[in-house]
T-cell receptor, first 116, second 108 residues
């Protein structure tokens, strides 16, 4: 069990560029979540997958945000036409479902985005 | 829509003190409540998960309780240490909503 892995850990991009973050969940965790966190705030839920199905995406911040999990393993979060307000830490998490662990959610170390 | 509130936003205590962190939520139909720790610039570390059928969970010096009827959860930290300094967050991990956290400082 190597934990949730996120790449890149830091990204600096110019306004208007597209960025993509990758998340590798804990092996055999069938749920994968994306959150955004800004300074001094708790994580803000964006979307989640159960296996390859995206079950909730109404809380994505705008249509510039999209996520995929094509084979039910790793996931990507893409932000198109970045804006300075997108600067934040993007967190990925995963959890097993239907186990005695009761859906405990495990987070990665996050990907920091700075839009200049 | 579930709303999760943590008060106070910051807390400073001397080393060795027992302390309680508070978490309030608006929807008593909460399914799972999870407590996390976050160090500056880092991801979140899971501390305890309380399922709706449970009233408390314990891990080492930590004890978390859940009272659905009053919409409250508490995280009790016994014999605090400087290494406990971090931000503590609670979340309804079924609705995926977090509080803003309590930043704890334990002074040597």
């Amino acid at each position: 069990d190597t934990g949730v892995s996120q790449n890149p850990r830091h990204k600096i991009t110019k306004r208007g560029q597209n960025v993509t973050f990758r998340c590798d969940p804990i092996s055999e965790h069938n749920r994968l979540y994306w959150y955004r966190q800004t300074l001094g705030q708790g994580p803000e839920f964006l979307t989640y997958f159960q296996n390859e199905a995206q079950l909730e995406k109404s809380r994505l911040l705008s249509d510039r945000f999209s996520a995929e999990r094509p084979k039910g393993s790793f996931s990507t979060l893409e932000i198109q036409r970045t804006e300075q307000g997108d600067s934040a830490m993007y967190l990925c998490a995963s959890s097993p479902v239907g186990t005695t662990s009761g859906n405990t959610i495990y987070f990665g170390e996050g990907s920091w985005l700075t839009v200049v | 829509k579930q709303e999760v509130t943590q008060i106070p936003a910051a807390l400073s205590v001397p080393e060795g003190e027992n302390l309680v962190l508070n978490c309030s939520f608006t929807d008593s139909a909460i399914y799972n409540l999870q407590w996390f720790r976050q160090d500056p610039g880092k991801g979140l570390t899971s501390l305890l998960l309380i399922q709706s059928s449970q009233r408390e969970q314990t891990s080492g010096r930590l004890n978390a309780s859940l009272d659905k009827s009053s919409g409250r959860s508490t995280l009790y930290i016994a014999a605090s240490q400087p290494g406990d300094s971090a931000t503590y967050l609670c979340a309804d991990n079924n609705d995926m909503r977090f509080g803003a956290g309590t930043r704890l400082t334990v002074k040597p």
